[in-house]
């Protein structure tokens, strides 16, 4: 069966549905578009669609992925075109491309995660001040913080899931990038490094102005950071 990859952004006010109605989203425009999906086996069969890293609720994505399995062949560019003729508004097909039999799944491959972020303070620092308290953090083996979630709390260390960071200063506003590592496990968050940077470098982070977006994913293969598309 002819399976294509699909790179996608999901921006603006339907960031904030839940990965659940994410799927029935495309599920939705595929009926719609007269798509010849391949069903799933079991008492209730599905579209045959598998995601990559699902993102939380409220967090747009720049560059997600999703794989779409066909019963019959079909043109990437026409493929490209039905759907984003049928999908709803903050869903956009960046590109199409089609994946062989062999190609890994996108969960198995995607393992890094990038991130543009914006985090107001609550002082101002010199740029002389960011660098000197981020080369002390760095100094400190781990970066214990408290994860909250239905089950409680619990203390993770999130600088292991830390790849790298771009740390810059403008109009009262910590910005730049962030590269985390992404696994089954419970990856560490942008929020908890945020917190990390204000426990261990003492960067005064005003919590109530904290944006983020995932920008990209990668899979990473021998210090290579290579798109989910081609792996």
Do not use: C
């Not at 956009?92 to 491959?109: F, H, I, K, T, Y």
């Not at 009262?172 to 089954?184: D, R, S």
């Amino acid at each position: 069966m002819p399976r294509f990859r699909i790179e996608y952004s999901k921006e603006g006010p339907i960031a904030f549905i839940s990965h659940l109605d994410l799927s029935k989203a495309w599920e939705r425009a595929a009926r719609r578009a007269g798509l010849p999906v391949v069903l799933s086996q079991g008492f209730h069969p599905h579209y045959r669609i598998s995601f990559g890293s699902v993102l939380p609720v409220g967090v747009e994505g720049a560059r997600e992925y999703l794989d779409l399995e066909l019963k019959e062949d079909f043109a990437p560019g026409a493929l490209k075109k039905v759907l984003d003729e049928e999908l709803p508004s903050g869903l956009v097909v960046r590109q199409v491309v089609p994946v062989n039999d062999q190609a890994a799944s996108l969960m198995a491959g995607i393992n890094t995660a990038e991130y543009s972020f914006e985090v107001g303070l609550e002082r101002d620092l010199t740029g002389e001040d960011l660098a000197e308290r981020w080369r002390k953090m760095q100094g400190i083996e781990k970066w214990m913080v408290t994860r909250r979630n239905k089950k409680g709390e619990r203390e993770i260390d999130v600088r292991p899931d830390l790849i790298k960071a771009e740390l810059n200063l403008g109009e009262g506003k910590l910005y730049g990038i962030l590269w985390l590592k992404l696994g089954h496990g419970g990856s560490a968050r942008p929020p908890e490094v945020f917190k990390a940077l204000e426990k261990y470098a003492g960067i005064p982070i005003d919590r109530e102005r904290i944006s983020y977006r995932r920008t990209s994913l990668y899979v990473e293969r021998g210090g290579q950071w290579l798109s989910p598309l081609y792996i």
